[in-house]
């Protein structure tokens, strides 16, 4: 696997706690407590523990959101001002008969009428159901079915999209009267809430009820329904304070979409839990949009995808902009941060980017920790969260050597921070023994360091060699020609398979044979003989899920 020298510690980082230390110290009762004190019963309503307890608190005043429209208006909800709008949509759904543990999902933008919602959603024990924007007619089908959802929140834009579902659940139109009366739907209207009390009592629950409905993005198959329990909620908070490392004077902005985990977890549920603003930009990823809200909003803690940061450094304008941002830190999720993209953001974005590995069932398991100190190898997927045992393991579940490739998995009985029971109407067995399996191949280091290789069925296998995707297309990326790529296993009748690269050039740059040989020698020069690409095929974009994963699957049939 082609690796680079661990980079050297931040400065002024002496006062951070040693990760083992920490690690092998962990103690679940005493995070409890650290994040609940003397209220644990907070912790048994995802409302209380996100908004009311910073009341009670004394952060009545502090904002909760800074959100920014598409035409660059600013809104500014407080906590106070979530607790009493959430208590009067609370109210509303009791109106629609909507109980504790119904599903109630919303189809918005990036809004503060869907924080409000969320909020709403946990204060009387019901469980949220994101939708995102992007699903068609038959996604939005199968959740709302399958979750039993009682009801939707959406806007105009977006309604359209149920006019072919049959059996629909209440709607509400999150619009401005006028405008839901005009619109020839026969749906109630978001702004009936604000004839409600703003007093509603939160639900207490137990630490194993569900709070959240998600459902995984698998490639193929119907998506398998994910139940996040109140339990995950210290875990959050683990990834935030200690991965993600934010402070009370942070301006952190999560640019992931909250119709997904990435976004919902750590854009709306973990910076609130910790009292801390969370910003929104409802306006969809534009390079020049996202540097001029960093400026403006002198954003300080950013998380994001490799897709968005390579978005960033292909469109030129991030170039040498240390000096205009005030970034401390930046954190990248969602798939292999590329090699290359590291020091790029290191140079032009003036500050550290760790990479953190997780899953939709599990929350964050393998992170880069800024406010833990270790080992930080450029490329690596991290360290195990505390609270979290990992093992690689073979085809018979046996645990391989370091530097050997096998599959991720999590120990559950030592686990005491994983929360992950099993799929919501038993899709898939998740489970074997004491093992949760991810279907993720990795390497361990000597180091103690995770390294990620791909996806299970990602895996080349070449003249007998084990070929990892992520590998290739780390050194595809090195050349200055390239803006992306995906590298795949096609057939090939000696070497049973060959790698095939789809390559996305940056703008201005035209195919060439001269371009193929240039990228096949760095290759074979970088990372092995036997690795680099045989074929090479220029594409306009990359097949992807709506949240940014490279679905190599299309591109395996297309050959």
């Not at 026969?186 to 629950?205: G, R, T, Y």
């Not at 985990?261 to 534009?286: K, Q, R, S, V």
């Not at 290359?340 to 599990?362: A, F, S």
């Amino acid at each position: 696997m082609f690796t680079s020298n661990p980079t050297s510690v931040p400065k002024n980082t002496d006062l951070r706690q040693d990760y083992s230390d920490f690690y092998q110290q962990f103690d679940q009762q005493d995070l409890l407590q650290q994040i609940f004190q003397d209220h644990p019963e907070d912790a048994l309503n995802a409302y209380m523990a996100c908004c009311g307890r910073h009341i009670r608190n004394g952060l009545a005043d502090k904002p909760a959101l800074v959100h920014e429209d598409s035409k660059q208006r600013i809104t500014t909800l407080t906590f106070y001002d979530l607790a009493q709008k959430s208590a009067q949509v609370a109210n509303l759904l009791r109106a629609y008969g909507v109980q504790a543990g119904d599903r109630v999902a919303t189809m918005l933008p990036r809004t503060p009428e869907l924080l409000i919602i969320v909020m709403a959603t946990w204060r009387i024990g019901a469980i949220y159901q994101p939708l995102f924007t992007a699903f068609g007619i038959e996604s939005i089908a199968y959740r709302l079915d399958k979750a039993d959802t009682k009801v939707v929140f959406t806007n105009l834009e977006n309604r359209v999209k149920f006019d072919d579902i049959d059996n629909l659940p209440t709607m509400v139109l999150v619009e401005d009267q006028a405008t839901a009366k005009a619109s020839g739907y026969d749906d109630d209207i978001f702004a009936q809430a604000w004839q409600q009390s703003s007093v509603c009592e939160p639900v207490q629950l137990k630490t194993d009820a569900t709070f959240l409905q998600m459902f995984t993005s698998g490639t193929v198959g119907k998506s398998k329904g994910v139940s996040v329990p109140l339990a995950a909620l210290p875990t959050f908070y683990l990834y935030m304070r200690y991965a993600i490392d934010l402070r009370e004077d942070d301006n952190y902005w999560n640019m992931a979409d909250p119709g997904w985990a990435y976004g919902l977890y750590y854009g709306i549920t973990g910076p609130l839990l910790m009292g801390i603003t969370t910003y929104f930009n409802e306006a969809g990823f534009d390079p020049q949009n996202s540097l001029d809200f960093l400026t403006r909003h002198q954003i300080t803690n950013i998380a994001s995808s490799p897709t968005a940061f390579r978005m960033m450094k292909s469109s030129g304008i991030f170039e040498n902009v240390a000096d205009k941002l005030v970034l401390r830190v930046a954190n990248s999720a969602g798939e292999t941060l590329n090699t290359e993209v590291v020091g790029w953001v290191t140079e032009n974005l003036g500050c550290p980017i760790y990479d953190q590995y997780g899953q939709t069932e599990t929350g964050m398991t393998c992170c880069m920790h800024h406010a833990l100190l270790h080992q930080v190898p450029t490329g690596c997927m991290g360290m195990p969260l505390p609270g979290h045992a990992l093992v690689v393991l073979d085809d018979q579940l046996q645990p391989v050597a370091d530097g050997v490739p096998g599959q991720l998995a999590v120990i559950v009985s030592q686990s005491p921070a994983f929360y992950f029971n099993g799929y919501s109407w038993n899709e898939k067995q998740a489970f074997e023994g004491d093992y949760y399996l991810t279907g993720d191949m990795v390497e361990r280091h000597e180091d103690g360091t995770f390294w990620f290789v791909g996806r299970d069925d990602d895996i080349i296998i070449s003249a007998g060699y084990r070929i990892g995707p992520t590998d290739v297309e780390n050194c595809v990326m090195a050349h200055d020609s390239v803006a992306e790529s995906a590298a795949v296993g096609v057939p090939d009748e000696v070497r049973g398979q060959v790698v095939k690269s789809f390559i996305v050039l940056k703008k201005g740059i035209k195919a060439s044979d001269a371009l193929v040989q240039e990228i096949k020698s760095l290759v074979h020069q970088r990372l092995s003989a036997h690795a680099y690409p045989r074929q090479v095929t220029f594409v306009d974009a990359l097949p992807k899920t709506p949240s940014g994963k490279i679905q190599r699957f299309i591109l395996r049939q297309l050959n």
